[in-house]
C-alpha cells in the first residue's frame, strides 16, 4: 500500500500539474545529462516540469502517457493556448476514463485531451494495462504535440520525413514527427535515427516542451506566403513576407547567413529559388531566424530547375548542359554569386570541377536555376544566359523515356518525352530487353512496336550504347514516392526489384553495412535479421520454419548519397499489415470500352474490373450531372464521344476509385438550357442524342463558345436549333466549353437579328430597322401555335401583344426563319384549357402556352383548376418567363 502511494506522489510531482514555486530549482542530478541540463533548469523555471521531493529530476525516468498528456496541458495552459470549449469537460468522459483506468489525477486533463482532439479515443488502450500506467512512446508523444499544434501550424502528409528509420514511424504518427521537425522541437540521434518506439525520457520531454514553449510564447507564427522578393545582384535579398497571423517580416537574407531547404529538408537550396507567392515556414532560435523551408509540392526535376541535364564542361566561366530531353548542348555563364551543390549539400564550384574530372565515365547530372541579362557582346547586345545555382549529382547511366518511332534489331528509336526532338540509341552486345518486368526479345519488343503506339524507357550507358530497353503500352511514371516493390531476386551481391512494370537492380557493395528487416507474423511486428536470415527467409528455406509464399514484398531506406541502409522484406499475405497498405496502382487515359464489369484503357492490354457499386465520393462523371455505373458504361461503349479516366485500383486490378470526363462528343443536340433557364435543374445543361440512340445530358460552363459569329450560345437555346448536328469541346472537369453546329437549317442565313418585333407595312421591323418576308419564311414558337405567316402578322399588328423575335435574314434582306417569344399580353380572360390560356383583346381571340398546371395555379395564388372559371371576363396582363411560356397573371 505504501508503494502504491509513493507511486502516485511521484507521478503528480512529475506531471507538475500543480503550482510550482517562482523561484528555479536546483537539481541534484542534471550532470548525468548534460545536454539537456541547462534545458531541464529553463523548464523548471518556467513552472512547466516538477522535480521530485528529494531535489532530483530524475532526467532518464521514462514518462507516462499519463505523464505526457498533463504536460502538454500544462504547456498549452502556461502559453495561453488552451481551447476554453474543451475544459471542465470530465463529466462527459468520465465513463471511458473509468474504463481505462486513466489515473484520477489526470483524468481531467486526458478528458481535455480528447474534447481539444489531441487524444482519441482508440489512444486510451496505451495508458495501462491491468491499472499500471504504460510509459509513452516517442512518436506517441509526437502525435500528442502534433495535434495540439496543429491549431497554429500547418499538417502535411508526411511523406518527406527524412530519418534512417522512417519505416518504424506509423502512418498516424509521420505528419505530427513531419510538423515537430520542421518547427525543430524533434531531432534524430547521432546515427539520424528517430526510434519511434522507444520511450521518451523526461530529459527529452524537457527539451520538447522548452521549444515548443519559446515558439507559442514569442507568438511567432512559423508560416507565411513571400509577398515581395528583391535580388540585389544574387548579393543579397529583400524579401517580404506575410505571416499567417496577419504580421508582416521583411527579411535580409544572404546565401552566408540563411539556409533553405525543400519541404522535408532533404535538399539545401539558393534563396534565388524562393520567388513570389511561395508558401514558407521559418525556423527561429528565440528571435533569429536560422532556417527557412520551402513547402510548396516537390515539382519534378523538369518543373524544380529552369534547366535539366548532363553536364558537358564546366571551364573559363562557363558551363555547358545538354538537354536531358533533347540532347541539344546550352552555354550559360556562371554568375559570380552562382551556389554549387552536390547531392543536395552546398559545395564550391572546384569541387564540382574535381567530380567531373573523376566521374569521366559517368554522366554528371545537373539541375540550374539560371536568369537572362541583356549585355554588349563582342559590341553587339544581346540575351545572355547565366546559370545562378547548379545542383550536381553523379549517375553511371542515364536513363530516358519517349514514344516508339522505330525499332530494329539494332537501333530504337523515339521521341522524348517531353520534347518534339527524336532520339535513337544502339543496342549495347548485352543489352536486355523487357516488356514491362517480363525479360524478352529484341524480336518480341520489334513486333509489339509494330501493333500499335508503344513507350520506352532506354538506359544508355557512357558509351552511348543501350543497356537495357523496357517497353510498355502505358507511358512511364515516377515511381519513387510510392517505394513498395515487389522482390524478383536477392542474394549476397544485389536485390532485384520490380514496380510499375520496370526492374530495377540494386547492387550491394557490402551486406554487412545494411539492416535487414522481416516481418514477423505472430508477433505483428518487424524483426532485425542477418542477411543470411533474410536470405533464407526470402527463400522460404523449411530449416529455418518459413513458409511457403506467392510473392514478396520489400521498401528499401538509401542514405542521402542513394546507398542502401535497411531492406524491410514481407510475403504476399503479410504485405497489408507489414506496410500498412493495399498495393495500389492509378492510372489514366482514354477508355476503349466498358465490357462484363471490365474497363480498358486504349493504350494498355490490363483490364480493370469495377465493382458492383459505388458512392458517391468513388464515382464521379465530371460534366454530368449523374454518377453512374450504367452512363458511365454506356459512355465508355458510344462511338461517339471519348471518355477519358484517372482510376485507382488494388493489387488484383479492381477499381477502387474513378473518375471520368469526357474530352469530346458529337450528335444531335436535343436540348440546350443557358444559364439564365429558369428550372434550376436544367440550368447550364445540354443534351445530346448520339447515334445508337443513347442521350446524355452534360453540363456546360455558363456561355459556351461558338465557332461562327452567325450564333451565339443565346440562339443554341432557341427551339430552332433543335435536331441540330453539333460537336462538343470539354474543359478539363468535363464540362462543355464549346458548342459547334456542323448541320442546321437554322444556320443556314448569313446573318443574324433579335429584338421587339412589329409591323412595318409589308414588311417586318425588327428592332427598328424592317425586313421584307420570304414566300417560305419558317415561324417557331414557345409561347403560341400559330406557325402561318397571316397569323403572325396579325398579332405584331395587336397593340395589346409585345413579342420578342430571333430571326436568320437572307443575302437579299429576307427573314428566312423567325423564332418568337411573346414578352407580355392584355385582354379579357376566356378560359384555361389543359396548358394554355386564352384572352380576347380588341382585334381577336389568342392562346398561349403556359407553365405546368400546378406551377400555374401556385403562381396565380389559386387552390384548384375551377378557379380559373372566377377569372372569365376579367380583365387580365399576363406575364411570360424567358422561355416564353406564361407563368402568372
Not at 329 to 340: G, L, P
Amino acid at each position: 500500500m505504501k508503494r502504491k502511494m509513493a507511486m502516485a506522489l511521484a507521478a503528480v510531482l512529475v506531471a507538475g500539474s500543480l503550482p510550482v514555486t517562482a523561484s528555479a530549482a536546483t537539481f541534484t542530478d542534471i550532470n548525468e545529462v548534460s545536454w539537456a541540463s541547462s534545458t531541464i533548469q529553463a523548464v523548471s523555471d518556467k513552472g512547466l516540469i516538477n522535480g521530485y521531493e528529494d531535489g532530483t529530476f530524475r532526467a532518464k525516468n521514462n514518462v507516462t502517457y499519463s505523464e505526457a498528456m498533463v504536460m502538454v496541458y500544462n504547456l498549452m495552459s502556461k502559453t495561453g493556448n488552451l481551447k476554453t470549449s474543451a475544459t471542465n469537460t470530465l463529466s462527459i468522459y468520465q465513463s471511458v476514463l473509468n474504463t481505462y483506468k486513466i489515473p484520477t489525477w489526470s483524468q481531467s486533463t486526458v478528458a481535455y485531451g480528447l474534447s481539444a482532439q489531441i487524444l482519441m479515443a482508440a489512444d486510451l488502450p496505451k495508458f495501462t494495462t491491468n491499472g499500471v500506467s504504460n510509459p509513452a512512446t516517442r512518436q506517441d508523444v509526437a502525435v500528442m504535440f502534433g495535434r495540439a499544434l496543429s491549431e497554429k501550424y500547418d499538417i502535411y502528409a508526411g511523406t518527406g520525413v527524412n530519418y534512417n528509420d522512417v519505416w518504424r514511424i506509423s502512418d498516424e504518427a509521420m505528419p505530427y514527427v513531419d510538423l515537430l521537425t520542421r518547427l525543430g522541437i524533434v531531432t534524430g540521434d547521432d546515427s539520424g535515427n528517430f526510434n519511434p518506439t522507444a520511450n521518451i525520457t523526461r530529459a527529452e520531454m524537457a527539451v520538447m516542451m522548452n521549444k515548443t514553449y519559446d515558439l507559442l510564447s514569442n507568438e511567432l507564427a512559423n508560416t507565411g506566403e513571400i509577398t515581395e522578393i528583391v535580388n540585389h545582384d544574387g548579393d543579397y535579398y529583400d524579401v517580404d513576407v506575410k505571416m499567417d497571423n496577419g504580421e508582416r517580416n521583411r527579411l535580409t537574407l544572404s546565401d552566408d547567413n540563411i539556409s533553405v531547404y525543400n519541404k522535408d529538408g532533404s535538399r539545401e537550396l539558393p534563396i534565388s529559388s524562393l520567388s513570389k507567392g511561395d508558401k514558407i515556414s521559418l525556423v527561429f532560435d528565440g528571435l533569429v531566424i536560422t532556417k527557412i523551408y520551402l513547402l510548396d509540392e516537390e515539382a519534378s526535376a523538369q518543373e524544380k530547375y529552369d534547366a535539366v541535364g548532363y553536364i558537358y564542361s564546366l571551364k573559363d566561366g562557363y558551363l555547358n548542359l545538354e538537354s536531358e530531353n533533347t540532347g541539344e548542348t546550352t552555354k550559360y555563364k556562371i554568375n559570380t554569386n552562382c551556389t554549387y551543390y552536390l547531392d543536395g549539400k552546398k559545395t564550391t564550384e572546384s569541387a564540382i570541377k574535381d567530380v567531373i574530372d573523376d566521374n569521366s565515365d559517368k554522366y554528371v547530372y545537373a539541375g540550374l536555376y539560371t536568369e537572362t541579362k541583356n549585355e554588349k557582346v563582342d559590341g553587339e547586345r544581346q540575351d545572355v544566359l547565366y546559370a545562378n545555382a547548379v545542383y550536381v549529382t553523379v549517375k553511371d547511366e542515364y536513363t530516358q523515356t519517349g514514344e516508339v518511332t522505330d525499332f530494329t534489331s539494332t537501333t530504337v528509336s523515339y521521341k522524348a518525352s517531353g520534347s518534339n526532338a527524336r532520339k535513337s540509341a544502339d543496342f549495347a552486345s548485352d543489352c536486355e530487353f523487357y516488356i514491362g518486368d517480363k525479360k524478352s526479345s529484341a524480336k518480341d519488343l520489334e513486333d509489339m512496336a509494330e501493333s500499335g503506339t508503344v513507350y520506352v524507357k532506354v538506359t544508355v550507358n557512357s558509351k552511348g550504347k543501350a543497356t537495357k530497353v523496357v517497353m510498355t503500352e502505358d507511358k512511364f511514371t515516377d515511381n519513387t514516392a510510392s517505394s513498395t516493390y515487389t522482390v524478383k531476386g536477392f542474394n549476397k551481391d544485389r536485390i532485384i526489384v520490380s514496380r510499375g512494370g520496370t526492374s530495377t537492380t540494386y547492387e550491394f557493395g557490402s551486406t554487412s553495412d545494411i539492416t535487414y528487416y522481416t516481418w514477423d507474423r505472430n508477433a505483428g511486428k518487424w524483426e532485425e535479421r542477418s542477411f543470411k536470415n533474410a536470405e533464407s527467409y526470402y527463400e522460404g528455406d523449411p530449416e529455418e520454419g518459413e513458409d511457403d509464399y506467392e510473392t514478396m514484398y520489400a521498401r528499401i531506406n538509401f542514405d542521402k548519397s542513394g546507398k542502401i541502409t535497411a531492406i524491410y522484406m514481407a510475403k504476399d499475405e503479410d504485405r497489408e499489415p507489414a506496410f500498412d497498405e493495399a498495393e495500389e496502382t492509378e492510372r489514366k487515359g482514354t477508355v476503349e470500352y466498358i465490357k462484363d464489369g471490365k474497363l480498358k484503357f486504349k493504350t494498355s492490354s490490363t483490364e480493370y474490373t469495377l465493382q458492383s457499386k459505388y458512392d458517391e465520393d468513388s464515382l464521379e462523371i465530371g460534366g454530368a450531372p449523374t454518377s453512374s455505373l450504367t452512363v458511365l458504361t454506356r459512355m465508355a461503349n458510344c462511338d461517339d464521344v471519348t471518355l477519358y479516366a484517372e482510376i485507382k485500383a488494388d493489387g488484383n486490378n479492381k477499381i477502387t476509385e474513378i473518375e471520368a470526363r469526357l474530352t469530346a462528343a458529337e450528335g444531335k443536340m436535343i436540348e440546350y438550357n443557358g444559364k439564365d433557364t429558369s428550372d434550376s435543374d436544367k440550368k447550364n445543361t445540354l443534351t445530346l442524342e448520339t447515334s445508337d440512340g443513347s442521350q446524355f445530358k452534360l453540363k456546360t460552363v455558363s456561355n459556351p463558345k461558338t465557332d461562327s459569329d452567325d450564333y451565339d450560345a443565346e440562339d443554341l437555346e432557341t427551339t430552332g436549333y433543335r435536331g441540330s448536328s453539333v460537336e462538343l469541346e470539354f474543359n478539363n472537369d468535363g464540362e462543355i466549353s464549346k458548342i459547334i453546329v456542323t448541320d442546321s437549317k437554322y444556320n443556314s442565313g448569313t446573318k443574324r437579328v433579335k429584338g421587339t418585333a412589329s409591323v412595318d407595312g409589308s414588311k417586318i421591323k425588327i428592332d427598328g430597322k424592317s425586313y421584307s418576308w420570304d414566300s417560305k419564311t419558317y415561324i417557331t414558337s414557345s409561347s403560341f401555335t400559330y406557325s402561318t405567316k397571316d397569323m403572325f402578322e396579325r398579332m405584331l399588328q395587336d397593340k395589346d401583344i409585345e413579342v420578342y423575335v430571333e430571326a436568320t435574314i437572307s443575302d437579299s434582306n429576307k427573314v428566312e426563319r423567325i423564332n418568337a417569344r411573346v414578352e407580355s399580353a392584355e385582354g379579357e380572360f376566356v378560359e384555361y384549357d389543359s396548358g394554355s390560356v386564352v384572352i380576347e383583346t380588341d382585334s381577336r381571340k389568342w392562346s398561349f402556352n403556359t407553365v405546368s398546371k400546378n406551377t400555374l395555379l401556385k403562381n396565380c395564388g389559386l387552390d384548384d383548376e375551377k378557379d380559373f372559371e372566377k377569372k372569365e371576363g376579367k380583365n387580365v396582363t399576363l406575364e411570360f418567363n424567358s422561355d416564353g411560356l406564361v407563368e402568372e397573371f
